[in-house]
């Protein structure tokens, strides 16, 4: 085993500070907030530019588990060579993706939003799940920070950063963030707090919800959020009732972080269009 | 270092950072793996702590300002992960062994990073959950392992970087001193 010398040392030591020096200053305040955006811009731009490369490689790899499943398409898949499979594998993601595109659009016609759809492009550079994801649109589409992204299952989450062509989102699933929901069925307005992989947390604001597993949550009320209302955002999977008698309860996301590939950017919600007026008897 | 390491060292970290990030991420998933990471490591073993901390700091830093968790965490754990592997590097060690530390020291530096990351959050990440990430971690860095240390191997031999052999104990026995009266 080598011995460090003392140059090697010392240059230890004044690299650690330095890290620990960012790990302060980005943990007290938001000094570094610049740092980050600029370096985002960045390599989002870089991520941009090689997804046109990488993109098909990574989609090929991501449905190979699926077609391991299906013995007949296994067959073929085996008769073919390499590129045929990577041309399959192209059309069914470009399938996959007009289905989620039509999706989007019923969506946005429903609730008078305007989107602008996006491929995702990257996750984390560091190491493993980062809870964001890049998307291909940026300030040039309309896209700022604090925009809703969506998807055809569901919230996804919120834009984090945006530079001319691309954008960070954070996962609404990231643990940390919250969402204000509603009950679907019965109505009751809770906080969903991110889990990671567990999902979703939903703490409801009064202490004797109707709450019962298999509830749909979706975002709400409007205007009280960041996040658009009325999108799905998670399945009520169980029920807790502690011993001083607070109601929380675990839930499943309605999107699948890792599996995400076309998303939509709420650019705006039309709440001034004109709604009908009920009468009695119009029913 | 010559202005050549450095342009090939820069150009590694860049590629291992889009190559995350476009291609190991989403296809990992939850796996705690991470390139970048095992290219600081196995270039520590293969060129010294000099370059394995240099590089660790750097690639770390840029991957930390990239990230949404605070700057300075990676860069300190790839240091770390530089300086430790470093330690182990010696002139024509044989593959497999090279290997065999990259992966060992990237999957126990991964999986503290992970736990320090989930420290900083709300929900911590409990011991048994650890435990469940540390197997396919460590596969899938051997299995990134197998591709990068022999690259790393080829490059740092193409860019003539000389590591110095560990010091031994002489073969010879000191002189003992003697007192001489008189």
Redesign the interface.
Same mark, same amino acid.
């Not at chain 2, 991420?25 to 991470?34: D, E, F, L, T």
């Given at each position: 085993v080598l011995r460090l010398t003392r140059r090697q040392l010392l240059a230890a030591a004044v690299l650690s500070a330095i890290a620990a020096a960012f790990l302060v200053l980005d943990l007290t305040g938001g000094s570094l907030a610049e740092a980050h955006s600029g370096t985002r811009g960045v390599l989002g731009g870089l991520y941009r530019g090689s997804d046109t490369v990488l993109g098909p490689v990574r989609r090929y790899v991501q449905a190979l588990p699926g077609a391991s499943d299906d013995s007949a398409q296994l067959r073929n898949l085996q008769a073919e060579n390499a590129q045929l499979k990577s041309q399959l594998a192209a059309e069914a993601d470009d399938a996959g993706t007009s289905a989620d595109l039509a999706k989007l659009q019923l969506a946005a016609g429903t609730a008078g939003m305007t989107i602008v759809p996006a491929k995702v492009i990257a996750f984390g550079p560091g190491e493993g799940f980062d809870w964001t994801i890049t998307i291909d649109v940026g300030k040039g589409s309309g896209v700022a920070v604090d925009q809703t992204v969506t998807s055809a299952g569901g919230l996804v989450g919120r834009v984090l950063h945006a530079d001319a062509s691309t954008a960070v989102v954070l996962l609404a699933v990231d643990p940390g963030s919250g969402v204000g929901v509603r009950d679907v069925r019965s109505g009751e307005l809770a906080l969903a707090t991110g889990a990671g992989t567990g999902g979703f947390t939903v703490t409801p604001l009064s202490p004797v919800a109707d709450l019962k597993a298999g509830d749909q949550l979706e975002t709400g009320p409007a205007g009280s959020s960041t996040y658009a209302a009325g999108l799905p955002i998670a399945t009520l999977s169980a029920v807790h009732s502690t011993a001083t008698g607070t109601i929380s309860a675990s839930a499943r996301s309605a999107i699948t972080p890792t599996a995400l590939d076309l998303v939509g950017v709420v650019l705006s919600i039309d709440s001034t269009k004109a709604r009908p007026a009920l009468t009695p008897g119009s029913g | 270092m010559t202005p050549r390491r450095v342009i090939a060292a820069a150009a590694a970290v860049?590629t291992v950072?889009?190559?995350? =990030? @476009?291609?190991v +991420? $989403?296809?990992?998933?939850?796996?705690?793996?991470?390139l970048?990471?095992v290219l600081v490591a196995a270039l520590a073993v293969e060129a010294?702590? +000099?370059a394995g901390?240099?590089v660790g !700091?750097c690639a770390?830093?840029?991957?930390?300002?990239? +990230?949404?968790?605070? =700057?300075?965490?990676? /860069?300190?754990a790839w240091?770390?992960l530089g /300086?430790g592997c470093?330690? !182990?590097?010696?002139p024509r060690r044989r593959l497999v062994r090279s290997l065999f530390i990259t992966t060992a020291a990237t999957t126990a530096v +991964?999986l503290a @990073?992970?736990a320090a990351l =989930?420290a900083?959050? /709300? $929900?911590k990440l409990s011991l048994n959950e650890l435990a469940s990430f540390a197997v396919p971690t460590a596969l899938a860095t051997t299995a990134i392992g197998l591709v990068v240390v022999p690259s790393v191997r080829v490059m740092v031999r193409a860019l003539k970087v000389k590591v110095?052999a $560990?010091?031994r104990r002489s073969a010879i026995a000191p002189i003992p001193r003697v007192a001489v009266d008189g």
């Open positions: - | 860049i950072l889009v190559l995350q =990030a @476009v291609v +991420s $989403p296809v990992a998933g939850m796996v705690m793996v991470s970048p990471a010294g702590p +000099s901390m240099s !700091f770390g830093l840029l991957a930390d300002l990239g +990230s949404r968790h605070p =700057a300075g965490v990676l /860069a300190l240091l770390l /300086a470093g330690m !182990f590097a010696a +991964s @990073v992970a =989930a900083l959050d /709300a $929900p110095r $560990p010091a």
